[in-house]
């Protein structure tokens, strides 16, 4: 406690030199704090967990040329062909077909379902049979699988449903007692009702994607053959583990897609759901964007760190004859060492409340007025936690230049003898 009062009287003492690097100290942390919190939100958004696994799954690409052979196959019947050949390979652990379904695909159809007719939810809806989920082995109840989910009569009214798991939240904050035996309905329509089949586990659109709101309608070769034969789906499936490799692509090709052309529809090529997801990012200019924010963090970040440094270490080389004089009345070299750095971290302590108030509000006014993109740019919720992670990072990294700043001109400058410094003086 003494060593702190002692270099509180210290900086009162200096108070016209200390008043210029506190006033800096209190604008670089408000930077700081804003760099943490991008970057922390960005490295969040970009490493936690998906929901669903896209390692070793494939997406078919097919076309269609030339005159059909059997004029009473629609397309869908050719769908349907496909995919019961691609079952049957024995590298395939599970395929699904499906229709403006895929993640990362840029292909989607939404509806709103609602409780007691008026509150609402826009979903995207998922139309697909039943080894969609475990293509992508998404997280499902294992007493009510997707597979096992009854089929509506009709694919544009279904009557039932799964829904996500963020889609289950949203509709629990807003109505209590919501579950999933809750009869909902399609917005607008109330005469007809939604039964719920069960829930998906929790997921993100993509990797810069906020959690999903879907909902899921399992579809059967009735449907397919009848109200969507006309429509172009896509199919994609999973392979097993020990038979995939990098080379699996090119003999797919050679081996397996002959077998599974039908009548005139044709296997173009099946591509690995790594490369769609890639491409799903660069087409939306997520993979620019983040590179751009990267490489402006980084460099903010660099001058910061050199603009602090330089203060301090110009600050501490200055008091030389301040080290020398203390040396020579009888303070060691590890009591200036320690005052020293006590000193550098008590003027950033001191501007970091004030600091800390100035940025909780610009976060506050953000989220709850701006909207405008300066600290709202990945999908991480404003939280008191998201706060105190960024100030803490800020304050440890400002921490860390301080030091670096002090540490080394006050080793040169306590290994000074004295009477040379009292001499210069």
Sequence with gaps: MKFIVHNLRMIRARLRNNGWVLAELFLV????????????????????????????????????GGESRDAGMTKGDKYISILQKLEREPTVEVAALSYWSLPMSGNNSYNSLAVQDTIGCDLRMINATGGYTRVFRMKEDAKRPFAAMPVGSDITAGNYVMLSEDAVLYFKERVPGFSLDTPLNWYGDSANVVTQSGMIGGFRSYRYGADAKW????????????????????IVFRVKENMDSPDYRSRFLKEIAPHLDTDNMFIADVVPYTEQQYQFEVVRGDVDKVNTQTVVVVFLLVNVFLGLIGTFWFRTRRR???????????????????LLMGEGLLLLTLVTLPAMIVCYNVGIAEFTMGHTELITTWPVEWSFLRFL?????????????VIVGIWFPAQQAVSIQPAEALHEE
């Excluded at 490493?47 to 690409?61: A, E, K, N, Q, T």
């Excluded at 399992?218 to 006309?230: A, G, H, P, Q, S």
Aim: with cysteine; charged share 20%.
């Design 215 to 234: 909902v899921f309608r399992r579809m059967d070769e009735n449907v397919i053959r009848t109200e969507l034969k006309d429509y172009t789906a896509q």
């Design 389 to 401: 992670s960024g100030t803490l990072g800020a304050w440890l990294l400002m921490a860390s230049m």
């Design 320 to 338: 030389r004859n301040e080290i020398a004089l203390r040396l020579a009345m009888g303070s060691t070299k590890k009591q200036i060492f320690c």
């Design 29 to 64: 942390f408000i930077v700081m704090w804003f760099l943490c919190d991008s970057l922390g939100c960005l490295k969040y958004t970009f490493y936690r967990p998906l929901g669903y696994d896209i390692s070793h799954v494939y997406r078919l690409s097919m076309i269609t």
